[in-house]
């Protein structure tokens, strides 16, 4: 575990300011979320039409919606439902596209050129488009957006994933498992996916990050997490209508939605620098 | 015209026809009965099935995707169930407000990627690269249609510069429909605007490591010189790449940010189409961009040719 | 004319600082051949873009490089970009990617010329037919107009040749001209440099690692290891006396047809591998691969040891050697 190489690793990694402030904010969020599951400052839920569009004070530290719900909770019960379109949908992502990636890879051929002319077929398709149109005919709801948007990052990872494979299947030693008769799967199992785990999880933080703002946008339009579950998207959707009465409305989630993605993506570049110390030093 | 050409024009039309495919089964995987939905739960169940024998809802799936394949070869449009008027009606209007906001944002999005990318470029690991980087970075995380609310709050709401929403029309004059127009193009340019200006600064970085930009160099060129003369062309190359592709994106992005200002396009349509179970309207609709973006993109690889000698077809 | 005095150069690497060349001096006089021998990351390609004034961004150098009594290290800029590929012209190694792949080979002939004021638009045309024809391209009026990608590695070291030479400068230095070529092109190329250096009474600074072309087209030869210059002098003299042990094992490194008639003799190879440049050791550097290391050649750099007039080495065990 405390191997020369990971420490190594770690020593750079602490000096590495975008890992460390994407890490940090990643940190927060779910931190955010975690927290939110067992408590937040109000119920997120609850409406209290007494104290609609009451201005932040320390009861309510970012003041209360058109409903008189707390803010403030109602972002941090939010960070829960990004987290979970973000987590499903990678993971629909990388199941699938990392299978399909590795088909590709280890099989070559027209299998290989199949696949791969498909992938190229999903990126040239408005991608939301097919999502909005899917979640329309599906029905709305969190789970089919979580299914929509993880469907539209198997291209990526599966893409990904055959070139990074590609490469390692070029390897002498790969050569040399070969000859030693160990099967196709088994070297895959054990050479390749190890050696490509790197790239993909650099990926699955940027496709995190996507996923939370593809989800915020089918929220917005109606089409993602339905009433009552805070939702971000939802947030912003309904803050609309408030634009003139209460303007903050249409700020704060936008900016909980904003340092979510930002973290992401710093996190990714910080981890993509780190784990390709090639590129690092280009710089 | 040269192989490489064809075999795009080639992708171009294979393309076409997977995306009517995937836009036409997307559809009949639609749960309920599209003419129960539009007549309503009360209605006889005759009406019904007369409603269903004029929608043509009656005959094999495989006879209606290349009934509606050719109609649309032949530029015959269906007919809305909800509006009652041909799709080509409702689109006509529309599309003259989507697209100028479409190419607009273009615009905007690579007038500023450019110069941004490039400066960036060209001030490599200066404070002058790192800011760009950083706000480049902002601006990739932000929504667009968060955007949209903020410069609405700002820009009309506060200093009621612009309307908060709605289209004047073109009849009222170019400007004030440009006018209409340019917030939210600049709430869709900024974040493909950001990322293409990252992706051309390290485009041109990476022009800029080439053996020929050395030679260039030597010959006598200064740093500037060959920025202008060797780097820049060589290093549009994949820029314009990105470019095909972000224009899947922006438009996709027109149905949100239409949405949000209340711009009368082909997104808002869209939106009003799937929520009345409007299959004509959405599938053609969905097809017509579609068919946009893919063209975008064989006209972005017949650029290719032009800037590569590579691609050019070999005098034998 | 060239006069390069104790040239240092330093390179910023992720590792820390590292001196890549170490007290470098030569002189090269007008109309004379100077080649400078070693193995890669000796430093040789380093020197010669310290002397374009081109290094790569993470280093620098120091000492004094006189070129027509002006110290380049110290002149701006806009000063330098009016020598280079006018008065000093490059050759580089790799052919195949050294060349912009979007413009016509005709056009970046013309560049130079047309850069430093050397001819009139309208002369343009003929000069590049010109100049085409000189270096040897078959139906100039033809390819003038053809793409990088459309010529073979000879053709487009031809053409590289033909920019450099385009402004007739005073030094041409050709860095591993032929390194990427075959070896049947390789003696085309370079005596077409050769010939073209004598008709217009050029110097050059030929770099290569390999000793036999370097031998076979200089007057003077520098060798170099880790940075440094190990063994120095006109190549006759240098060639007949080989002193330094790693310019020993340099040409003993070299197949000859003798050796396959004689069973007995084998293509000796120096045991080792040459230092990374962080780790280049003080003393000697050549004491890590040296048969003949004693403890001197670990506490002090060796200094000049005249052999003979016009040829010296740097080595405290010269005369264990013979």
């Known amino acids: 575990m405390f191997n020369k190489k990971n420490i190594e690793f770690l020593k750079r990694a602490i000096k590495h300011r975008s890992f460390i402030v994407g890490g940090s904010m990643t940190l927060l969020l779910i931190f955010c979320a975690f927290i939110s599951l067992f408590w937040t400052p109000w119920d997120p839920i609850k409406q209290n039409l007494l104290i609609r569009h009451s201005p932040p004070s320390w009861e309510h530290l970012l003041g209360t919606d058109q409903f008189g719900r707390d803010i403030f909770s109602v972002i941090m019960a939010g960070s829960q439902n990004s987290i979970s379109v973000g987590l499903v949908s990678v993971s629909i992502g990388i199941i699938f596209g990392v299978s399909i990636g590795l088909l590709a890879s280890t099989k070559r051929g027209w299998v290989e050129e199949l696949i791969m002319r498909l992938c190229d077929f999903m990126y040239a398709f408005p991608a939301i488009l097919l999502a909005i149109m899917l979640v329309a005919t599906i029905g709305q709801g969190s789970i089919n957006a979580m299914v929509a948007i993880g469907i539209f990052s198997i291209p990526v990872f599966a893409r990904l994933t055959r070139g990074a494979a590609n490469a390692i299947w070029a390897r002498e030693y790969i050569l040399a498992s070969r000859s030693a008769g160990k099967g196709l799967f088994r070297i895959t199992i054990e050479h390749v996916l190890p050696n490509i785990l790197s790239v993909i999880i650099v990926q699955a933080t940027i496709q995190f990050a996507l996923a939370i703002l593809a989800e915020a946008a089918l929220s917005f339009l109606g089409l993602g997490a339905q009433p009552p579950t805070p939702s971000w998207g939802r947030m912003l959707s309904e803050a609309r209508s408030m634009i003139y009465l209460n303007p903050w409305l249409a700020v704060y989630p936008g900016i909980a939605i904003a340092i979510s993605v930002l973290g992401l993506n710093l996190l990714g570049d910080g981890l993509r620098d780190l784990v390709d110390p090639r590129l690092a030093r280009k710089r | 015209m040269s192989i490489f050409l064809l075999k795009r024009f080639f992708t171009f039309i294979v393309t076409l026809l997977g995306a009517s495919l995937l836009t036409f089964l997307s559809l009949e995987i639609l749960p309920g009965d599209p003419a129960r939905v539009i007549l309503g739960i009360d209605a006889p169940q005759s009406a019904v099935d007369a409603l269903r024998l004029q929608l043509g809802l009656d005959r094999p799936m495989v006879d209606r995707y290349f009934d509606w394949l050719a109609h649309l070869l032949t530029g015959r449009f269906g007919v809305s169930y909800t509006y009652n008027v041909p799709v080509m009606d409702l689109i006509k209007h529309r599309i003259g407000i989507t697209f100028p906001l479409a190419i607009l944002s273009m615009l905007l999005s690579v007038l500023v990627a450019l110069i941004l990318g490039i400066y960036a470029a060209s001030r490599h690991n200066k404070i002058g690269d790192v800011s760009v980087m950083g706000l480049s970075q902002l601006g990739i995380s932000i929504p667009n249609f968060w955007l949209a609310l903020l410069l609405i709050l700002f820009f009309a709401v506060n200093l009621g510069w612009f309307s908060s929403g709605g289209f004047v029309g073109w009849d009222k004059g170019f400007i004030k429909s440009i006018q209409s127009l340019i917030l939210p193009a600049i709430s869709l340019a900024t974040v493909q605007g950001a990322i293409l200006a990252r992706f051309t600064r390290s485009a041109v970085l990476e022009t800029m490591r080439e053996d020929y930009v050395r030679t260039a160099r030597a010959k006598g060129l200064t740093r500037r010189g060959t920025l202008w003369k060797h780097v820049l062309r060589n290093a549009m190359i994949p820029v314009i790449t990105i470019m095909g592709l972000q224009f899947a994106n922006l438009l996709a992005g027109t149905i949100i940010v239409e949405e949000v200002f209340a711009i009368p396009g082909l997104g808002r349509l869209i939106l009003q189409a799937i929520s009345n179970r409007d299959i004509t309207v959405v599938r053609d609709v969905v097809i017509l961009l579609a068919a946009l973006v893919v063209f975008i993109n064989f006209v972005v690889d017949v650029l290719y040719a032009v800037i590569d000698p590579r691609l050019k077809p070999q005098d034998v | ?322």
Request: charged share 20%.
């Open chain 3, 1 to 322: 004319m060239l006069d390069i005095k104790n040239l240092n150069i330093n390179l910023n690497t992720v590792y820390g600082d590292a001196t890549a060349v170490r007290n470098l001096s030569f002189k090269l006089e007008k109309g004379k051949t100077l080649g400078i021998v070693g193995e890669s990351g000796c430093g040789k390609s380093l020197t010669a873009l310290a002397v374009m004034g081109l290094l790569p961004e993470n280093s620098w150098s120091t000492g004094e490089i006189i070129f027509n009594n002006k110290n380049l290290l110290s002149l701006n800029e806009d000063k330098l970009c009016k020598i280079r590929g006018n008065s000093i012209g490059m050759i580089f190694q790799e052919p195949m990617t050294s060349l912009n792949p979007l413009h016509t080979i005709g056009k970046q002939i013309a560049e130079p010329m047309i850069l430093h004021g050397k001819v009139t638009r309208s002369m343009i045309k003929k000069e590049v037919l010109n100049l085409l024809d000189m270096v040897g391209i078959p139906d100039p009026l033809k390819r003038i107009s053809s793409f990088p990608h459309e010529l073979s590695g000879g053709q487009r070291q031809r053409v590289m040749i033909a920019m450099a030479l385009s402004c007739k400068p005073e030094i041409l230095i050709a860095d591993e001209p032929t390194t990427a070529l075959d070896v049947t092109i390789q003696k085309q190329i370079l005596d077409l440099i050769k010939d073209l250096i004598d008709e217009f009474g050029m110097s050059m600074i030929l770099i290569s690692h390999d000793l036999g072309v370097i031998a076979n087209n200089v007057q003077e030869i520098i060798v170099m290891y880790g940075g440094v210059c190990v063994e120095k002098g006109y190549t006759k003299k240098l060639i007949n006396n080989i002193s330094h042990p790693y310019s020993q094992g340099l040409f003993s490194a070299i197949p000859t047809l003798e050796m396959q008639e004689d069973s007995e003799q084998r293509l000796k190879t120096i045991p080792g591998s040459v230092p990374e440049i962080t780790e280049i050791p003080k003393g000697c550097t050549f004491q890590g691969r040296c048969e003949y290391v004693s403890d001197i050649c670990v506490k002090n750099s060796p200094n000049s040891v005249k052999i003979s007039e016009d040829h010296e080495a740097y080595c405290f065990n010269l005369d264990k050697l013979n």
